[in-house]
């Protein structure tokens, strides 16, 4: 045994990045593993063999969870995270696999290495928070499209997609929806130009903040506030500041004094500013 090893977590083997060069054919048999994991149960946790057989068990699983890791990459999280998360996975199915029931290891092992894989996709690969639901779905969207695909000969529809999963459509809409927010890309990013020139900031392809955007804002929050006032106030603000009229102007089309249209526009202002800004 290697000193420095953690034999109650297998702390060496999740440390070891997997090269990417490896390649794992035929070598690796796990047919008597079974015997052995019986004989590692069969010891007291203090004892020294114990700590070795273990070891020994999850170094020769470390091919699967490399193997289980690969078939899940290229979906957006790096291949050493994936080939840790299995490695866990990997120790999950030592532990927690009994020999007394007869079973194959490699039957029980592999879906517990995969579901640790999943899991990790489902907690911690979306960029924004979605809820648990929503990524279960997901995560079943991209299997079921594709035996769909092969099977009607076109893409399905999401009632159809539904109907295969046993969910409600608006599930099914949820989960495509969410898929844009499983992984971001931050402006600051690097990214090439269109003539392939050298690689730039995304944030120096974006536009400028428009000032005019402020003023959309600020017209959408007071519309229902003058929707709201009498026709008098509402005629003396459009003549003001959609038609430009000076005060004297309003009122001799008031047929009152400009000292009461200054009345009107102030009263009406500021009743329009506390009512925004309260809301």
């Known amino acids: 045994m290697s000193p420095g090893v953690d034999t109650h977590t297998g702390s060496e083997f999740l440390a070891a990045p997997a090269p990417a060069s490896r390649r794992h054919r ?15 149960a069969a010891l007291a946790a203090a004892d020294p063999r114990r700590t ?34 299995a490695r866990i996975g990997v120790l999950y199915a030592i532990d927690r696999f009994d020999p007394e029931r007869g079973a194959n290891f490699l039957a029980f092992a592999v879906p517990t290495v995969m579901g640790e894989v999943r899991k990790h996709f489902r907690d911690h690969a979306w960029a924004i928070r979605v809820p648990r639901r929503v990524k279960e779905i997901h995560q079943a969207l991209g299997p079921v499209t594709e035996a769909l695909t092969h099977r009607l000969g076109r893409p399905p529809k999401a009632r159809e997609i539904a109907a295969e999963l046993g969910v409600d459509t608006v599930e099914v809409t949820h989960a495509l929806i969410a898929h844009n927010a499983y992984r971001s890309v931050p402006i600051d990013a690097a990214a090439l130009d269109d003539d392939q020139g050298p690689p730039r900031a995304l944030a120096g392809a974006l536009g400028a903040e428009e000032p005019e955007y402020q003023v959309v804002e600020d017209y959408l929050a007071v519309e229902p506030l003058i929707a709201a006032l009498s026709e008098r106030d509402r005629w003396v603000l459009r003549m003001r500041f ?38």
Do not use: K
């Open 26 to 40: 035929g070598s690796d048999s796990y047919d008597d593993l079974e015997p052995l994991l019986a004989e590692v």
């Open 52 to 85: 070795m057989l273990r070891e020994l068990a999850i170094r020769r699983c470390l091919p699967l969870a490399e193997h289980i890791a690969r078939r899940y990459s290229g979906r957006g999280e790096s291949l050493d995270d994936l080939v840790q998360v």
């Open 242 to 279: 959609f038609e430009f009229r000076t005060q004297n102007e309003i009122a001799e089309v008031l047929g009152v004094s400009q000292m009461h249209v200054s009345r009107i526009l102030s009263r009406t202002l500021n009743r329009l500013r506390e009512q925004a800004l309260r809301d």
